[in-house]
C-alpha cells in the first residue's frame, strides 16, 4: 500500500491474559507448522513447475488455499463462501480489510496477489509471499511499462491476479473509491478481448459480544504485530463472507474508469447487504 488510511484509532486493546497467551501459543503454533508442512510441499513441486510450465502454475496454488483454509480452522475464523470463482482468464478485486485477506481470499480461490515491492523485503511475510507466487510492484510511473508488461504475462499464462483497488486497508466497516490507475492493465490490447474482471467482497463480522464491530480492521498506524496478537487472543472468533460477484468482460467497457465504476459499485453493493442493509459508512 502506498497510502494509510486513517480513520478514527481505535480502543487501546488490553494485554492478553494468561488464557489469552495460551490460545496465542495454540493457535500460533499450529498456523506456523501448517505453513512450514505447505512449504515442504509446495517448494519441491515448483521446482517441477518452473522448467515444465513457465509462468503457469497448474499444481502449487492448490497447496495455498488448503493451507490457507486450515490456517483459518486454526485461527477459528468462521468462513462463508457465496458466488462462484470465475473460470475466465481474468483478474480479481477485492476490497481490503486486513492482513487476514490473505487467509481469507487464498482460501477462497486459488489467485495470485499483487502487492508493493517493499513487501518482498518484510521479514516473514516477503519469503512467504514470493513462494506463493505474489506479483511485486513498484509504484513509480516510470516503471508503467515494464509493470503492465509483466500483468499481461501473467495473466496470458493463466494466473489470476489480485488487487486492491482502494490501495489501503480499512476498519471494514467501508468500502473505499477505486483508484482507476490499477484498472489500466486490464484494457492493453492484448488482453482487451479475453480478459474478464471479478469484483469480490470480504466482510469480517466480529465476535459475538465484542465491544467494537471493527475487530478485524487493520488500518492507520496500527502495528501488525500487536493486531496479529489481539486476534490470535480472542476467546471466541467471529466470521469472514467472502462475495463472488458475476465477471466483468474488458471488452464491454470503454475505458478503465468504466471498469473501475462497476468493479467498485458490485463490491459496495455486496459489502452493504453484508453489514445488514445499511448505508455504507462513506457515503454518510
Known sequence: MSMTWDGAPPPEAAPPGPRGWLRIARRATLIIVT????????????????PVFGLHRPWTPWITQGVCRVCLIWMGLRFDLRGNPMRHRGAVV???????????????????????SEVSSWPGIGPLARAAGTLFIARDPRQARVQAQLFEERLMAGQRLLFFPEGT????????????????PFLAPALHDVL??????????????????????????????????????LPRQGRVEVVYHPALRAVDFADRKALAAAAEAAVRSGHTLAVGGGRDPEDA
Open 169 to 184: 486497508s480499512t476498519d471494514g466497516l467501508r468500502v473505499l473509491p477505486f483508484k482507476t490507475t490499477l484498472f489500466a
Open 94 to 116: 477485492a476490497n481490503h480489510s486486513s492482513w487476514l485477506d490473505i487467509f481469507v481470499l487464498n482460501a477462497s480461490d486459488r489467485v495470485h496477489f499483487v502487492s508493493k
Open 196 to 233: 474478464w474482471v471479478q469484483p469480490v467482497t470480504a466482510v469480517y463480522h466480529a465476535p459475538a459480544g465484542a465491544a467494537d464491530a471493527r475487530t478485524y480492521g487493520w488500518w492507520g498506524d496500527m502495528s501488525f504485530g500487536s493486531h496479529l496478537l489481539s486476534t490470535l487472543s
Open 35 to 50: 505453513i512450514l508442512l505447505g512449504l515442504a510441499l509446495l517448494l519441491p513441486l515448483r521446482l517441477i513447475e518452473r
